[in-house]
């Protein structure tokens, strides 16, 4: 008779296996993967649609027009009516004029063209920091986009690890429901006693106190993905996946992508601006020479006076040649602060190298360290396995007490625990490192 019921209980095992497999085809197609999490959120970010904005007002300041290479047209007019007394005398008394509130006009108007000659090659400066402006704009971007996939990739990962604790739970549940269901068969046949029963009731309900608290911590961990997505909280999604980890991560390739990091060479352009702005501000003590020309129209008249009516108009061209010679040191005060500004770029960029180098150091030594415990968990999880199935059939059998269960059950749950964290810890070292790399992709 017993036998049979360890035949029944294997058989119940396999049902629920098929059970399960053929559950999660049926929702297999409600999935969320690691691909739609991460599209999603390149396609929602804020922060890459800001980054993105930036790289378009440094396409739009990239022009010969904003550098002040293109020709400058301007129209200028003025039409002054006036009353004025006049009072005028001449050796020839005849000729003198004395009269109140006497009206007149004076009507000036010009166009006026002008194109820049020379300025100490400033114009040239300004339109290669323009531009290299506009390729720093597009490394901040990538940056931007690593971080977005290396966050989405990391927390994605936490649901499964989530997700993982639960599952261990459930197999949990399973043993002590198959635990009680013994007990109680024993009772009826009285090989049991009531202080077990209520024990192993006792130890179900804490396993699925702490499976629904398990879902909670699943629900809030799918809200901080769904945040990191700038998706709708609380919009239903399914994800069944499993953590897969890259074993080739190598440091010395990682190390030599370094430089190629988006936020270092984002660092790199910034020390060619500074530099850029250096020249720009030393251009500021050679002269100016710039070639204008136009047409001028004035015309004055009055009811009375001297000069009743005078006009003139006509075309001019002209060169105009402007020397500083001394306005307080500004220039000077100004080039010195360009050059600090300059080196403080370079120590910048020095420092988010050896930042990044010391962080890539520690990561992939934990990366390392982890893949080698996961070897060993592994063994140890399917030991425990195999251990909680073998005392679970002696218990059945009446070889093990109901505490040698509990204890099985509690390492099957510590080494299902620990499995699923290292699992977590490597691949989150990996996504990690390839940030630093730059090799992250949807």
Known sequence: MTQSRIGNFNSMRKIAVILALLTGTAYAQQSFTLTDAINTALKNSYDI??????????????????????????????????????????SDPSRDTKRDNVGSNNLVMGIT?????????????????????????????????QTTIAAVSTKYFDVVRQQGYRKTLQQSIEVAKKKLEVLQVRKDVGLSNQADIYQAQVDLNALVQSQQAQELVIEQAITDLQNLMFMKPGTPITIKDTILIDRSVNMDSVRNRLALNPLV??????????????????????????ASTGYNFSSSSSAAGFTQLNQSYGPFVGINLSIPIYAGTASKRQLQVAQINTRNAVIQRD???YDNEVGMVKTYQGYRNTLAQLETEQKNYQLSMQLLDLVLQKFQLGQATIIDVRQAQQSFENEGYRLIN?????????????????????
């Open 49 to 90: 649609q800001l980054a993105k904005n930036n790289i378009e007002i440094s396409l739009v300041n990239n022009h010969p027009g904003v550098a002040g290479a293109l020709p400058t047209v301007s129209a200028t007019g003025s039409d002054n009516e006036q009353i004025t007394s006049i009072n005028q005398k001449f």
């Open 113 to 145: 063209g002008s194109i820049l000659l020379s300025n100490g090659y400033r114009v040239i400066t300004t339109r290669k920091r323009l531009e290299q402006l506009v390729a720093q704009n597009k490394d901040l971007l990538n940056a931007q986009i």
């Open 265 to 290: 060479t984002a660092a790199s352009k910034q020390i060619n601006i500074n530099e850029l702005i250096e020249k720009e501000t030393a251009a500021l003590r050679y002269p100016t020479v710039r």
């Open 351 to 353: 420092n988010l190298i």
């Open 422 to 442: 290292l699992a977590y810890a490597a691949k989150a070292a990996e996504i990690e490192l390839k940030r630093l790399a730059g090799q992250l992709t949807p």
